[in-house]
């Protein structure tokens, strides 16, 4: 009778763990877009993004319909967070808050464009800080659009972040973003400074653009005309950045290049309408690099022709020279 009984609870304790076994492994069930919402969600990866979403996750363009009232959107995004099994967001912002976005606790990509019902109005995108999972940040506005002022801080976990014409003056945060890969900084009119260079890691694309910007501080990357007209041979010396593909935009900026031959693993420059510079000789030093492209640059006030680059085309014998 005793070894019944202890033959009885033995098979319940199997049973018991067989159970939790199988319905530990069930698949999960689907995930089903609501009808509402079938036209702006989607599964897979959407445009405008780089990277890669996690599978199962879906992607939301709420920009496509601009026949859509900023209270209509509303709702919309409303719903999308009720939802909430988006990872990639594309949204045409009208200038109120994003704060309620940070309900999308999958949300690891987002892209905001500033449509007119935004001119004259201030934005304030601190709370994208507040959204841990998100990697990929994209943020400019419709031609047309003059936004008052903008603030942005961004997230520690952030590879991939470009700001184009936003009036901001800094980028709270940019010194924790050590997976930063990507970074593109270019037409900020206000821009004056962008910290942290010295925590990043190595950059894949550096694109940064005269405008207002004095400084990437941390970096010494000087690009005012003011403070490189009479450079020191330091401009980029000091840089502790180490970037595949770097672009630079100015008019009358850049005298010299000195120091850029310093980041490694560059292996791609692009220099445009750089109208003053004096010296290029720092692109001959630069062991790595693949691809040179000079946009519309002048050297010593005449258009950089193919007799200009022939001392780096012997120096740098594997590497494509453009001149455009």
Known sequence: ?????????????????????????????????????????????????????????????????????????????????????????VVRNTGESIEGLKKLS????????????????????QSLKEMPKLKEISVGYEAGVQLSDATIAVPAGLINLSLFQLPVTSIEGLENCKSLQILDVSFNPKLEKVDGFRNLGPLKKLKISEGTLT????ANILLSTEQLELTEASSFAKSKIRAVDVSVFGKDSLVNLDGLENWGGVKSVTLNYLQRLKDISALGRMAEVQEIVLVQCMLQGKAITQSDIESLVQKLPNCRILIQ
């Open 106 to 125: 999958n949300l690891e990509a987002i892209h905001l464009s500033f449509g007119a019902e935004a001119s004259g109005r201030r934005i304030d995108l």
């Open 1 to 89: 009778m005793g070894c019944l009984g202890m033959t009885t609870n033995c098979f319940s304790v199997f049973l018991a763990l067989s159970l939790l076994l199988v319905l530990g492994c069930a698949p999960a069930q689907p995930v089903s877009v609501p009808v509402e919402l079938e036209q702006y969600v989607s599964e897979g990866p959407g445009a405008p993004f780089v990277m890669n979403p996690t599978p199962g996750t879906f992607f939301a363009n709420v920009a496509r319909d601009r026949s859509l009232s900023p209270e209509k959107q509303k709702e919309l995004l409303e719903r999308i967070v009720n939802f909430g099994h988006v990872s990639q967001l």
């Open 215 to 218: 400084r990437i501080s941390a």
